[in-house]
T-cell receptor, first 112, second 115 residues
Framework: DAKTTQPPSMDCAEGRAANLPCNHS???????VYWYRQIHSQGPQYIIH???NNETNEMASLIITEDRKSSTLILPHATLRDTAVYYC?????????????FGQGTELSVKP | GAGVSQTPSNKVTEKGKYVELRCDPI?????LYWYRQSLGQGPEFLIY????????DSGLPNDRFFAVRPEGSVSTLKIQRTERGDSAVYLC?????????????FGPGTRLTVL
């Protein structure tokens, strides 16, 4: 699975959009981009995933660049409860067993 | 419905002792994963079960670590002759199947401290 690079930390004002970038320049055509987050003292939680089209669900939007070398997770109206570590993960479509390879993630602090 | 549960939530042991950590996955989930998370790091994959069998144990750090899932539901991670470096949060996750398309549901973890 391709390696990802994320900024170690970011701040966001409550109510504003949080835009979390991820670089995955070595991604191959059969690899998905996944996002999980981990709130303090909890297990990671799935947010969203995509292959090449932009995706949106009730939690967030995922924007993948046309060359697929980077992506951005968007939390449209961040709340204090969105304070967490956000992990961008690349997984092959045929990843046998589906194990997740986590990096160090981005620690997002939402401030009032 | 009930999520993934792990027991105990905290375990303190002495160096050299044996410990068992338990994971109860979501009912009906055939895939089960163990991860280990050291302070300030992302979770690190240990082992994956599909049903009763360990399909991928490439993440187990050495032969002191062993895991079982005898009936295809509950799993136990066993650590022999614990060392201080084994101190970490041990996370369990389950999934409806092993497909990349399936999200993994994580438990709250067991915090292991080896003194």
């Amino acid at each position: 699975d391709a390696k990802t690079t994320q900024p170690p930390s970011m701040d966001c004002a409550e109510g504003r959009a949080a835009n979390l970038p991820c670089n995955h320049s070595t991604i191959s055509g059969n690899e998905y981009v996944y996002w999980y987050r981990q709130i303090h003292s909890q297990g990671p939680q799935y947010i969203i995933h995509g292959l090449k089209n932009n995706e949106t669900n009730e939690m967030a939007s995922l924007i993948i660049t046309e060359d697929r070398k980077s992506s951005t997770l968007i939390l449209p109206h961040a709340t204090l409860r969105d304070t967490a570590v956000y992990y961008c993960i690349v997984r092959a479509i045929y990843n046998q067993g589906g194990k997740l390879i986590f990096g160090q993630g981005t620690e997002l602090s939402v401030k009032p | 419905g009930a999520g993934v549960s792990q027991t105990p939530s905290n375990k303190v042991t002495e160096k050299g002792k044996y410990v068992e950590l338990r994971c109860d996955p979501i009912s009906g989930h055939t895939a089960l994963y163990w991860y280990r998370q050291s302070l300030g790091q992302g979770p690190e994959f240990l082992i994956y079960f599909q049903g009763t069998g360990a399909a991928d144990d490439s993440g187990l750090p050495n032969d002191r670590f062993f895991a079982v899932r005898p009936e295809g539901s509950v799993s136990t991670l066993k650590i022999q002759r614990t060392e201080r470096g084994d101190s970490a949060v041990y996370l369990c996750a389950s999934s409806p199947g092993p497909s990349t398309y399936n999200e993994q549901f994580f438990g709250p973890g067991t915090r292991l401290t080896v003194l």
